[in-house]
């Protein structure tokens, strides 16, 4: 199968847990599912989204709340350069606005619209009620949402019953798995319509999520792709490396660095001497690493790159950007999409 961009990634993601859960609760459905994954790779197209939600939807039938057990088993690194991107913004207010990017990549059935009145923001998918399959679709919505909430941007929270859920659906025979799921949210059944609301109060609080995490949801190590390029860094260029990339590139200063190894400046300075190292050329790398990881793997738009890696303003990202590797954002994004361009293999 062929995995060449986050869509891809979490399709394969989604049937991993999907075999998971099989294993765990049908094991005598797990050879089917093989099966149909060799017929797939057999007629050479990829595992893409809506294959993967087809499997789901099939086996929704043999277990109940399939959705939330598969992304019970969601972990950090599953978000991926999304999840990095929703991490690096500055409240949950903003993190919610681009969690429907990263969101556009897990569904193919149904979009997402944020409204914000004087006591909530509602997060509501464009999901038809009397459609056949609105449950299993709502499961999906709400599983979704809240693992990369839980995880990324709220965390877990003493007033966790201020976030609503609400399901135009009545109470399924297995309520149990929602309240373990939902920990402590607020559940509602036969509402008009289902949608998410979170307190506005929450808004402006920062992410949740810790710097010490960051380097989880990078998927292949940054280091490594730099030694590829006939560049190895020493130690220190290392360990500034991580630590920048991972304060999302707010700490890229010498009192900052210094003040995160616990050193003094004039320590820093010393140490970068006999490295023959450059700390502006390191966070340069740093940055131009995850530029082009982002630009590559996902469809964040480069003003949302800029940020991302705490540029002021998109042109200053453009300008470093083209110094570093002499064409523009756009223009690379593009080159490396050649559709001619040899793909790499998953498997």
Same mark, same amino acid.
């Given at each position: 199968?062929?995995?060449?961009?986050?869509?891809?990634?979490?399709?394969?993601?989604?049937?991993?847990?999907?075999?998971?859960?099989?294993?765990?609760?049908?094991?005598?459905?797990?050879?089917?599912?093989?099966?149909?994954?060799?017929?797939?790779?057999?007629?050479?197209?990829?595992?893409?989204?809506?294959?993967?939600?087809?499997?789901?939807?099939?086996?929704?039938?043999?277990?109940?709340?399939?959705?939330?057990?598969?992304?019970?088993?969601?972990?950090?690194?599953?978000?991926?350069?999304?999840?990095?991107?929703?991490?690096?913004?500055?409240?949950?207010?903003?993190?919610?606005?681009?969690?429907?990017?990263?969101?556009?990549?897990?569904?193919?059935?149904?979009?997402?619209?944020?409204?914000?009145?004087?006591?909530?923001?509602?997060?509501?998918?464009?999901?038809?009620?009397?459609? *056949?399959?609105?449950?299993? !679709?709502? +499961?999906? #919505?709400? /599983? &979704?949402?809240?693992?990369?909430?839980? =995880?990324? @941007?709220?965390?877990?929270?003493?007033?966790?019953?201020?976030?609503?859920?609400?399901?135009?659906?009545?109470? *399924?025979?297995?309520?149990? !798995?929602? +309240?373990? #799921?939902? /920990? &402590?949210?607020?559940?509602?059944?036969? =509402?008009? @319509?289902?949608?998410?609301?979170?307190?506005?109060?929450?808004?402006?609080?920062?992410?949740?999520?810790?710097?010490?995490?960051?380097?989880? !949801?990078?998927?292949?190590?940054?280091?490594?792709?730099?030694?590829?390029?006939?560049?190895?860094?020493?130690?220190?260029?290392?360990?500034?490396?991580?630590?920048?990339?991972?304060?999302?590139?707010?700490?890229?200063?010498?009192?900052?660095?210094?003040?995160?190894?616990?050193?003094?400046?004039?320590?820093?300075?010393?140490?970068?001497?006999?490295?023959?190292?450059?700390?502006?050329?390191?966070?340069?790398?740093?940055?131009?690493?995850?530029?082009?990881?982002?630009?590559?793997?996902?469809?964040?738009?480069?003003?949302?790159?800029?940020?991302?890696?705490?540029?002021?303003?998109?042109?200053?990202?453009?300008?470093?950007?083209?110094?570093?590797?002499?064409?523009?954002?756009?223009?690379?994004?593009?080159?490396?999409?050649?559709?001619?361009?040899?793909?790499?293999?998953?498997?």
């Amino acid at each position: 199968m062929i995995l060449t961009d986050e869509k891809h990634h979490f399709a394969v993601t989604l049937v991993k847990r999907l075999q998971a859960v099989l294993e765990s609760e049908r094991p005598s459905l797990v050879t089917i599912l093989k099966r149909q994954l060799t017929e797939i790779s057999f007629d050479e197209s990829q595992l893409n989204l809506e294959s993967a939600e087809q499997l789901v939807n099939h086996y929704n039938k043999y277990i109940n709340g399939l959705y939330l057990k598969i992304y019970d088993r969601i972990n950090l690194a599953d978000f991926g350069l999304y999840g990095y991107a929703i991490a690096s913004t500055a409240t949950v207010r903003a993190g919610l606005a681009l969690s429907q990017q990263f969101l556009s990549m897990t569904t193919t059935y149904y979009e997402e619209s944020l409204v914000e009145d004087a006591n909530h923001l509602t997060i509501v998918p464009n999901i038809d009620s009397q459609h *056949p399959s609105a449950q299993i !679709l709502s +499961e999906d #919505f709400t /599983a &979704g949402y809240w693992v990369l909430l839980k =995880q990324i @941007i709220i965390g877990h929270r003493e007033d966790m019953n201020g976030l609503i859920l609400e399901f135009t659906y009545p109470a *399924p025979p297995y309520y149990a !798995l929602y +309240e373990s #799921f939902f /920990a &402590g949210c607020t559940l509602r059944f036969n =509402q008009a @319509i289902t949608r998410i609301k979170l307190p506005v109060s929450w808004l402006n609080e920062p992410i949740s999520l810790e710097h010490s995490k960051i380097d989880l !949801l990078l998927s292949k190590p940054l280091i490594i792709e730099l030694e590829n390029n006939n560049k190895t860094l020493s130690d220190l260029e290392q360990s500034i490396y991580k630590m920048v990339i991972s304060s999302h590139f707010t700490k890229t200063t010498l009192p900052d660095i210094a003040h995160e190894f616990s050193i003094t400046t004039r320590q820093l300075r010393y140490y970068l001497h006999q490295s023959h190292a450059s700390l502006r050329d390191t966070v340069l790398r740093a940055r131009m690493s995850v530029a082009s990881r982002l630009l590559v793997d996902t469809e964040l738009d480069i003003g949302t790159i800029a940020e991302t890696l705490n540029y002021s303003e998109s042109s200053a990202f453009v300008r470093s950007f083209k110094s570093y590797y002499a064409i523009s954002p756009l223009q690379y994004r593009l080159k490396k999409h050649d559709p001619f361009k040899q793909a790499d293999s998953f498997g």
